[in-house]
């Protein structure tokens, strides 16, 4: 007898691709997986096989359960995430619609308190991670596709690509900050200077000019993060005369480094500076993988280099661990670096008062660490759009609504 039209389709259609396989299997080998179904034949589950079977005229193996509607939807949903292959932006958005029904409230770890016309209470205690370990998926891993699925809410052409696997989540969320970064280009004008609170300076502009005018032997340390492209390569013949010219003598510069053109970076601060040392920057979370060598970076070079003889002021830690996940959210810069270890290079080359220089500001990150432990700052940056998300970001800091925790916060 033709069953009713199914009540607890709780996931989207199969696509054509997806639903042509499965006919092809169900041709060939017959139903394997029994349908789920209500005692009054509503399907719980398996509804593509059985609109198949009945194409085909196939017979389906049945299982019959006893469960009332809002049962009906939580089984129908476990049993699609725990059986059905989903990408992970569908795989969160099935889980979330679980954590409804179960009265979860995804992100606090406990459940909501039941009203009436909503699902009855679920009788225990029951968050993310019981979920996660009830459908044998790693916590972690649960709430890394639900971050994600948040990320691309308002890019759906992005997440269906990546539940297609055409693109993974790390290059998705970076075309997200991309297209963000291109959208507040096109309406960035910052001011020429803007000095936000005491000792404080950004200036929109090519440092070769917009700091000519820094005197020479004034600046106490240079802390920065240039660009690691080759293109970007003759910056660093740039940056080290700068730092000859405006750096007290026997002070430091610290500038991050690429890996592969390392050699070269080094050799151009070297033109005019004296090369001191060279720290690292310890990275936690996802590696950079360099599919051409087959090496996974978990470190940051870190140039250091003196203007003239050094002259030591205090012992100097050579080595720092970017705290939390190093994770960006969608608006921040698709080449930001965590905080924390921006204010370790300042404390190590600069005392309370004294002046840090960036000459390629970026979103702001030495500005917010020398804000944070009480040195004043000077930095620019060509590309209005980051000048203009700094100039936020101090605001916001300044302000008292400081989202930059180490945590979180990327330069």
Same mark, same amino acid.
């Given at each position: 007898m033709t069953k009713r039209r199914p009540d607890f389709q709780v996931m989207p259609t199969l696509d054509a691709e997806a639903l042509a396989a499965l006919r092809a299997d169900i041709g060939a080998h017959g139903v394997q997986v029994p349908i789920v179904e209500t005692?009054?034949? @509503? *399907?719980?589950? &398996?509804?593509?096989?059985?609109?198949?079977?009945?194409e085909l005229g196939i017979d389906c193996p049945v299982l019959t359960i006893d469960v009332d509607d809002w049962e009906g939807i939580e089984t129908a949903l476990r049993l699609n995430l725990l059986r059905r292959h989903m990408g992970p932006i569908a795989w969160a958005g099935a889980f979330r619609r679980l954590a409804e029904v179960r009265g979860v409230k995804l992100g606090q770890g406990a459940r909501n308190d039941r009203t009436s016309g909503t699902a009855p209470e679920v009788g225990r205690r029951s968050d993310v991670a019981v979920l996660a370990t009830e459908l044998g998926v790693d916590p972690s891993t649960a709430r890394r596709r639900l971050r994600l699925a948040d990320k691309l809410a308002d890019h759906p052409d992005l997440?269906?690509?990546?539940?297609?696997?055409? *693109?993974?989540? @790390? #290059?998705?969320?970076?075309?997200?900050?991309?297209?963000? !970064?291109?959208?507040?280009?096109? &309406?960035? /004008?910052?001011?020429?200077?803007?000095? !936000?609170?005491?000792?404080?300076?950004?200036?929109?502009?090519?440092?070769?000019?917009?700091?000519?005018? =820094? %005197?020479d032997r004034s600046v106490d340390a240079i802390v920065t993060d240039p660009p690691y492209n080759?293109?970007?390569?003759? !910056?660093? /013949?740039?940056? /080290?005369?700068?730092?000859?010219?405006?750096?007290?003598?026997?002070?430091?510069?610290?500038?991050?480094? &690429?890996?592969?053109?390392?050699?070269?970076?080094?050799?151009?601060? &070297?033109?005019?500076?004296?090369?001191?040392?060279?720290?690292?920057?310890?990275l936690p979370g996802r590696h950079t993988n360099f599919r051409g060598r087959m090496i996974r970076g978990r470190w940051r070079p870190v140039a250091i280099f003196s203007a003239g003889r050094y002259q030591p002021r205090h012992?100097? *830690?050579?080595?720092?661990?970017?705290?939390?996940?190093?994770?960006?959210?969608? #608006?921040?810069?698709?080449?930001?670096?965590?905080?924390? %270890?921006?204010?370790?290079?300042?404390?190590? =080359?600069?005392?309370?008062g004294e002046l840090v220089v960036?000459?390629?500001?970026? /979103?702001?990150?030495?500005?917010?660490?020398?804000?944070a432990i009480g040195r004043r700052f000077l930095g620019c940056d060509l590309d209005p759009a980051t000048v203009s998300?700094?100039?936020?970001?101090?605001?916001?800091?300044?302000?008292?609504?400081?989202e930059d925790d180490e945590e979180g916060v990327l330069r």
């Open positions: 005692a009054d034949g @509503r *399907i719980v589950d &398996g509804h593509h096989r059985w609109a198949i079977a009945e997440a269906a690509k990546v539940d297609r696997g055409e *693109i993974d989540a @790390r #290059q998705a969320e970076q075309l997200v900050r991309l297209e963000n !970064l291109e959208r507040r280009r096109a &309406g960035a /004008s910052p001011p020429p200077r803007v000095t !936000l609170g005491d000792g404080i300076e950004v200036r929109c502009g090519d440092f070769r000019e917009v700091l000519a005018d =820094v %005197p080759r293109e970007g390569m003759p !910056l660093y /013949s740039d940056l /080290s005369a700068f730092g000859a010219r405006v750096l007290k003598p026997g002070r430091l510069l610290v500038a991050y480094c &690429g890996k592969v053109d390392l050699p070269g970076q080094l050799a151009r601060l &070297g033109e005019r500076l004296h090369h001191l040392w060279c720290g690292a920057v310890f012992w100097l *830690i050579d080595a720092v661990t970017a705290d939390g996940r190093g994770e960006k959210g969608p #608006q921040d810069h698709p080449w930001q670096q965590a905080l924390g %270890p921006f204010v370790h290079w300042v404390e190590q =080359v600069a005392e309370p960036d000459p390629f500001v970026g /979103s702001g990150t030495t500005a917010l660490a020398c804000r998300l700094t100039i936020e970001r101090l605001g916001a800091a300044e302000a008292g609504g400081d």
